[in-house]
């Protein structure tokens, strides 16, 4: 007795051993908020266009820079030939060194600082409206995945349960209640559920690749797994406050609006441009050579201003003016957008809980009492072959059907969120 215990000791280290790595190498399930905290930090994507909104945020520098001065340095008077035999070069040289100035006026570079200021927000604007559309696309892998696991989940369940049909069905053929063509077409039928096991599993899979390389994580696939509500929820708010809502919260309205300012700043500046900027300059002279015998040394100064008679930036003041009148068009086609976005989704949330609610108060709870009353009938011989294989049926349409509207429910859920620009349905 000592020597089997310590043998049974023995094998039951040993599985746990066996069992030990795949246990450690795990990974705990991911929910919706680590996935899209993940997402945020690893997509490469959404970085790229981050780095976009830094590029722009550069610009800033740029516009705000003043002009550089201008340094000139000249010499002439330098003697070529011998004068009375004596050749002296640098006796009558002067020179004159210079330094000048662009002064902007009307506050051009002001209004070009404003202009990229402006164009930094519209950039950060349109980040976060790709990090809108991308989430959605998460939002959608990760509904898929906990779809493809409740299918799975109920394939199983469903094997299982005909697993002990075909036992019932054993039993009664022992004992002469059935024929064997009844126990071999019931045995038959068991690959369907064999099946449909390898299918939910296949898509599994395929669900979780798409969320890991949304991820751009290279986590083995049976590593991976999301964990969260497969549910609905019966209460939805009135249609007006999502629409408000996503007035509020979607950036692409918001860069639409921001873009009307930045077309009143570019329609300044191009007014600013059009006006003059004089150059200030200032020299100094050694040796100069003019009638006063005392000006060896002399300081000048003077400005150079552009007559601008015909070029006065008249085609770039009318662009500008005319893009204003764009932006703001634009505007109203994205707000008219914004809008038909809402109501589509909307409507399919509403849809998808109007199928849901009688799934969930009647028809789940009806297949199941049909199903398990059928199958002990069929036990105590009370019921058919058919009538037992077609309540079985019935189950699994039923439920297969209600994980697939509540699919349907979520992604729904998602596209509002889309439409709104956040998320008003968890």
Known sequence: MKHIFSSLSGLAVAAALTAA????????????????????????????????????????????????????????????APDNGVWQPLKGTYVVPTVSYLHEREHKRELRLQSAQESTRIAASQHDDLKRTLEFTLRTAFTNTLQAKAILELARADLDYYDHIIQISRDRFRVGDIAQVDLDRIELLRVQYETEIQSAIVNLRTAKIQLLQLLDDRTPVEKFDVEGPFDFSESLKPLDDFRQAALDARPDLQAALQAIQQSETNHKLAVANGSTDPTFSGWYTYNSSNNNPNGTQTLGAGVNIPLRIFDRNQGE??????????????????????????????????????????????????ATRVRDTVTYSYQQ??????????????????????????????????????????????
Do not use: C
């Open 317 to 366: 003041k009318q662009r500008t003016l005319i893009d204003i009148d764009k932006s703001k068009q634009v505007s109203e086609a994205t707000r008219a957008q914004v809008f038909s976005d809402v109501d589509s989704a909307y409507a399919q949330v509403e849809s998808s809980l109007v199928l849901l609610k009688p799934y969930k108060a009647k028809y789940k709870d009806q």
């Open 381 to 426: 011989g009370g019921a058919s072959l058919i009538d037992m294989l077609n309540a079985q049926s019935d189950y699994r349409t039923v439920q297969l059907a209600y994980l697939q509207l509540i699919g349907s429910y979520l992604n729904a859920a998602g596209q509002l969120n889309l439409a709104v620009g956040r998320e008003v349905i968890p």
């Open 21 to 80: 790595p795949g246990s450690i190498g795990a990974q705990q399930a991911l929910t919706w908020e680590q996935v899209k905290a993940r997402f945020e930090a690893a997509n490469p994507a959404l970085k790229a266009d981050a780095l976009g909104v830094d590029e722009a945020r550069a610009q800033e520098v740029t516009a705000n820079l003043r002009p550089n001065p201008t340094f000139n340095l000249s010499a002439d008077g330098t003697q070529i």
